[in-house]
């Protein structure tokens, strides 16, 4: 099992990580933005995670950290 941390400062929302993640857990939280105004990307399901890394390796803003427990 991992886990996704979104450094919510650093994300500008590109969707990158959306793309790339194979079990389509990572979205976009159109509801609330950072301080830049981006919407930013969460995951929607910790529990489906695979600890791919391919969400963190697709972020241009190194963003996002997956920790597997």
Avoid at 50 to 65: E, F, L, N, Q, Y
């Amino acid at each position: 099992m991992a886990k996704i941390t979104v450094d919510k400062e650093r994300c500008k929302g590109c969707g990158l990580c959306v793309s790339a993640c194979p079990k389509k857990i990572v979205a976009l939280d159109t509801k609330s933005r950072n301080k830049k105004g981006y919407f930013t990307s969460y995951c929607t399901d910790d529990s489906a995670c695979i600890g791919c890394t391919m969400c963190a390796m697709m972020c241009p803003d190194c963003a996002i950290k997956v920790e597997k427990e």
